[in-house]
């Protein structure tokens, strides 16, 4: 493994390593987005070359798109693709029941359609995103910027009237304006603490027009590999039980870790 990395990105490349294992010739892949998610471009680029592994990855944002190209996967739209076999792509927390939040990065939007239209998701992490509750992490949500702080009040009635007693609602900036998706859109943060029922949140924020869609992915993530700072890497597959807790040990490899800046 390489020395000079933090404890973090170890444990981030040994989960992405791990998933990559996953992957076989011939198959669809999403490529999912954010620093966990840029490990995996990488160890599956390496395996194209080394291997002639033959894959095609779709990715769900621009910069996952960037990386791929430029490390030599090769990529394709979803309307292309039609329906993939697998996407691996990272989270900012996910409970027992593999329900996750993402969007910490911005991407989930194109992140959920990519997932859903996957036989099966694994999602990597490091051990700081495994949690008994959803909500520590703000949860994003995705409106369009016609009306956005009508929206907003919206999610905050919402979030009243369903009793919800942490409710801070924050709109994402970039600097000085709205960050901007890949979609053209708006993020608004929501500061819950702790989710009660992530199921019936999902749905009532999609009822709620302006909301394109909310980062709270439920019933679409299949696996999760763990990856710890030491090199050990669990699985944790709810639906078929399978498991592993594995120690991975690498050399330094300056093709992988080589202008890694996402
Ligand atoms: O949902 C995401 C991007 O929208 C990311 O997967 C999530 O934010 C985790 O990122 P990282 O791997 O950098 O911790």
Redesign the pocket.
Known sequence: MPADLSPIDKA?FVAAKRAVDFVETGMKIGL??????AWMVRCLAERIREEGLKVVGVPTSTRTAELARSLGVPVTSLDEAKWLDLTI????EFDPQLNLI???????LQ?KIVATASDQMIVIADAAKDVANLGAFPLPVEIIPFGWQTTKALIEEMLVSMDVLNRDVTLRMNGDAPLVTDEANYIVDLHLKRIGNPRQLSLVLNQIPGVVEN?LFIDICDKVIIGHGDGRVVLRDINSGETFDERIEFADSDNIFADLDD
């Open positions: 981030k999912g987005t954010g620093s966990t998610s792509d990272g989270a900012d993402k969007g910490g990065g911005a991407a989930l992140e980062g």
